[in-house]
């Protein structure tokens, strides 16, 4: 295994009826900035017992951060934060909301400039350089509710680039399954499918005997298996969505890639899908992954044949064991109406393996747990998803 330091700070309160405890995490005198989306809280009841819970403070609120936030937007919250002396942000719904509120805590007072320099991390913001934030989930997928990553989407420029701080970790979460009872079930199935390429993610490398990391993941794997098409029926079933919402926090909040490898080109390349042609996240993600694995295949082989083994019950090694491991990690995406190839969407592939390239190779990109992933293979790997 290899040496880690591991550190996350956020508490985690999960549950039904957990909105209610909000004030008791936040210090009395807080002056306080709620962000929020395009108005979903506002349907479902979220936000009534987000200030019914808030009773009595003095409370700003900033609507209409959108699904990957854009900066200008974002801009505008960090300006109110400002000029209303915001000491406290609160963010209120998916992962957008919730990534978007990480970059007003950070750029509300930072003084050195413009915040964009926070994303392209050529301002690193130290522990304690943010002011802190607090988040009520309502969309479970990205974990960004117990990480310290925010992944920016920047549309003036087609632009999404992540960046990460210990100072960007909310020091609470609310996960109250029952919030995500309103979503929309394509936003279920994506937040399946995001969790699920998080743990891959840090998994498909190569071994380096994690058997705790290895066990963790492939218990969220298979538990996310095991409630996908409960936590899609309706009317929505309790504990399907709990175990949707806690499997989708372990998937990222960086527990079970510290010791091992891991290998986010998926996402690097996803972001980049995203910022040209508007996929949905986890959408931009199920288009790779499959076919990034078979490419990489001899490099992963041996975590490949792992997952085909231990996730899937087949037995055996060999490049077919893993093909057909591979073949069910797309029906399991497919049987959720999650489609694998970019075709699909009507993308021609050949066009994306270019622009990436181009892309890629403009900014000296190299992916992958070994960095041997160059411009031209992502090119190879696009073009294979037809
Ligand atoms: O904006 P509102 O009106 O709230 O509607 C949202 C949005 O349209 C809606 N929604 C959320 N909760 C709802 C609901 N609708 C009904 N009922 C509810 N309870 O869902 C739509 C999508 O929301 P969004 O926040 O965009 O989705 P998600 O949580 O999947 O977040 C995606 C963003 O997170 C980034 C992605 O790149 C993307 O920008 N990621 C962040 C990561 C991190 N911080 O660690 C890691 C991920 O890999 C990912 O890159
Ligand atoms: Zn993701």
Redesign the pocket.
């Known amino acids: 295994m290899n040496n880690f330091e591991f550190f996350n700070p956020t508490r985690i309160i999960f549950g039904r009826g957990t909105i209610q405890k909000l004030n008791e995490h936040m210090s009395q005198d807080a002056i306080v900035l709620i962000c929020?989306?395009?108005?979903?809280?506002k349907k479902?009841g979220v936000y009534d017992q987000v200030i019914s819970a808030l009773n009595g403070r003095e409370v700003y609120e900033f609507g209409g951060i959108e699904?990957?936030?854009d900066y200008d937007t974002l801009l505008k919250a960090i300006d109110l934060g400002r000029h209303k002396q915001i000491d406290f942000v609160l963010a209120v719904?998916?992962?957008?909301?919730?990534?978007g509120a990480k970059l007003v805590a950070a750029g509300i007072p930072y003084k050195g400039g413009d915040p964009w320099d926070i994303v392209t991390g050529e301002k690193e913001v130290a522990l304690g350089e943010a002011l802190p934030l607090g988040t009520v989930l309502?969309?479970p997928?990205?974990?960004?509710e117990m990480?310290g990553?925010?992944?920016i989407?920047r549309r003036a420029t087609a632009e999404k680039f992540?960046w990460e701080s210990e100072a960007a970790y909310p020091a609470f979460s609310i996960l109250d399954p029952t919030?995500?009872y309103?979503?929309?079930e394509k936003?279920v199935r994506?937040?399946i499918v995001?969790a699920y390429i998080?743990v891959v993610e840090q998994y498909a490398t190569y071994p380096v005997d994690g058997k705790l990391q290895d066990r963790y993941a492939e218990g969220i794997l298979l538990t996310l298996q095991e409630v996908a098409q409960k936590a899609l029926e309706t009317p929505p079933d309790y504990d399907a969505r709990a175990n949707l919402m806690w499997s989708a926090t372990n998937a990222?909040n960086r527990l079970i890639g510290k010791g091992v490898p891991t290998d986010f080109a998926t996402?690097m390349i996803g972001?980049e899908l995203?910022a040209l042609y508007g996929l949905a996240?986890?959408e931009s993600l199920a288009v790779v992954l499959p076919h990034l694995l078979w490419y990489k295949r001899d490099k992963k082989g041996e975590k490949l044949v792992q997952y085909a083994n231990r996730v899937w019950g087949i037995f055996g090694t060999g490049e077919d064991v893993i093909r057909e491991g591979l073949d069910k990690m797309v029906a399991f995406f497919n049987s959720i109406k999650m489609p694998t190839r970019l075709t699909d969407f009507g993308i021609d592939p050949v066009e994306a393996a270019e622009k990436l390239q181009e892309r890629f190779t403009e900014r000296g990109t190299r992916l992958g747990e070994h960095k041997d992933i160059s411009p031209a293979d992502v090119a190879s790997i696009l073009k294979m998803s037809c």
């Open positions: 929020y989306g395009g108005g979903s809280i479902n699904p990957n936030p719904g998916g992962g957008s909301v919730i990534d309502t969309l997928a990205t974990a960004s990480n990553t925010s992944v989407s992540a919030t995500t309103t979503l929309p936003q994506n937040g995001d998080h990222l996402h972001h995203t996240h986890a």
